[in-house]
Nanobody
């Protein structure tokens, strides 16, 4: 079983910065991708950013150019930094990890979301 532990979030002033961290643990055979999605008011869940198995980053259009995501492969962890936050960044941010769990011939795919962390941007 794979678990995700999220940290960061909270109240951020307009124009400020945000740092979110997510650590994966458990029987991870292979981690294909890990990153962050968000649910903002009135919109469907959307990609914020993720890194693939080669640590190549990908960004959603709404955060491109003001965000950086990095991955520590030793302990599967991703850290997202977002700058120049505005009110449209307010929402619940979810860590996501997908890959293969298990071992010793007992393998199964997983696509897991964390419980989410609230980010509120206020002036």
């Amino acid at each position: 079983q794979v678990q995700l532990m999220e940290s960061g979030g909270g109240l951020v002033q307009t124009g400020g910065s945000l740092r979110l961290s997510c650590a994966a643990s458990g029987r991870i055979f292979r981690l294909n991708a890990m990153g962050w999605y968000r649910q903002t008011p009135g919109r469907e869940r959307e990609l914020v950013a993720y890194v693939d198995s080669r640590a190549t980053p990908y960004y959603g259009d709404s955060v491109k150019g003001r965000s950086t995501i990095s991955r520590d492969g030793a302990v599967p962890t991703v850290v997202l930094r977002m700058d120049r936050l505005n009110s449209e960044d307010t929402g619940v941010y979810y860590c996501n990890a997908r890959g293969i769990s298990g071992g010793d011939g007992d393998l199964s795919p997983f696509n897991l979301y964390g419980q989410g962390t609230q980010v509120t941007v206020s002036s």
